[in-house]
């Protein structure tokens, strides 16, 4: 799953880091891809990522093998980072000129025989090669979008790209998930923002919308995500749920309200029965 917006500050690598951490604390084995020179997704999974660290940067430029790269993240169990290095900075003017430049992710993930149940590709906010690359290497395409003035802005540059990823690199790429981001629900602009995305992106539109939050702003600074920082907090819980969605839509199951109430022991054993 690519998650992808070319608008900065839209709570991609937020999204990525949350999800990622529950669907791991439901039993899966998920694997983050940090595509952001910024290494933002690497910090908040509390991962090393100097310059002297091997990295996802090794994989696309020297096609250093990805099991190579990847490291476990210490306080989730069956989460693992494949860490962005400064270096990743200069690889958008240096892919230009080699081989097979927008599938050299596509190639490594194909080569990595680590069992997963999903991986989550935090890109940079452009489309430059390095988006490309996750676009071509993922099945689906997850596009938070934050629940403020001008949220649908720029939309329309990502979604032609990935249809022109479709039409010539990768047939099966679409755009699975929308999730809306930052929502406050005391303004009226935040309700209005979220009809305008649900009318115009219907069923691709998770039902669980991500709240302003501090705590989920704070967990990064500490090396965490939310769910390990403040489990209880409304941000960890949003998530919790978010992911919840997103791993029932995988399995095929029909998601409705009754989910929201399900006990914690039930949702355990229910989203471990779907994998």
């Known amino acids: 799953m690519v998650v ?17 951490a529950s669907l791991a ?7 983050v891809i940090d595509l952001d020179p910024q290494g ?10 100097h310059a002297e660290v091997p990295s996802i940067y090794d994989v696309l430029i020297d096609s250093r093998p990805l099991s ?7 306080d989730v169990e069956g989460l693992f ?14 892919l230009v000129s080699l081989v097979a430049r927008e599938s050299r ?23 430059g090669l390095l988006t490309v690359n996750a676009l071509v290497a993922g099945a689906e395409v997850l596009i938070p979008i934050q629940c403020e003035y001008y949220a649908l802005e720029g939309l329309g540059q990502l979604l032609r790209n990935v249809d022109l990823v479709r039409g010539h690199l990768n047939p099966n790429l679409h755009v699975s998930t929308i999730l809306l981001t930052m929502y406050d629900g005391r ?19 998770l039902r669980t919308s991500i709240p302003r939050s501090v705590r989920i702003s704070e967990a990064p600074s500490y090396g965490q ?5 403040d489990p209880g907090s409304s941000g960890a819980l949003s998530y919790l749920e978010a992911a919840r969605e997103i791993a029932l839509r995988g399995a095929g199951v029909a998601y409705d309200a009754q989910h929201a109430h399900m006990g914690a022991h039930s949702e355990q054993s229910m989203v471990e029965g779907i994998q």
């Open 4 to 20: 992808a917006n070319q608008k900065g500050g839209v709570g991609k690598t937020t999204t990525t880091v949350n999800l990622a």
């Open 25 to 31: 604390l439901h039993g899966g084995r998920v694997l």
């Open 40 to 49: 933002n997704a690497s910090t908040a999974l509390g991962i090393d990522h």
């Open 68 to 74: 190579e790269v990847v490291q476990p993240v210490p």
């Open 81 to 94: 980072c494949a860490p962005a290095t400064i270096d990743l900075a200069g690889a958008e003017i240096e």
């Open 105 to 127: 992710l596509e190639r490594a993930i194909l080569a990595y025989e680590q069992p997963l149940d999903y991986i989550l590709i935090d890109c940079p906010p452009s489309l």
């Open 187 to 205: 303004t009226r602009l935040a309700s209005q923002v979220a009809d305008e995305v649900r009318s115009h992106f219907g069923e691709e539109v």
């Open 225 to 229: 995500t939310v769910l390990t920082y």
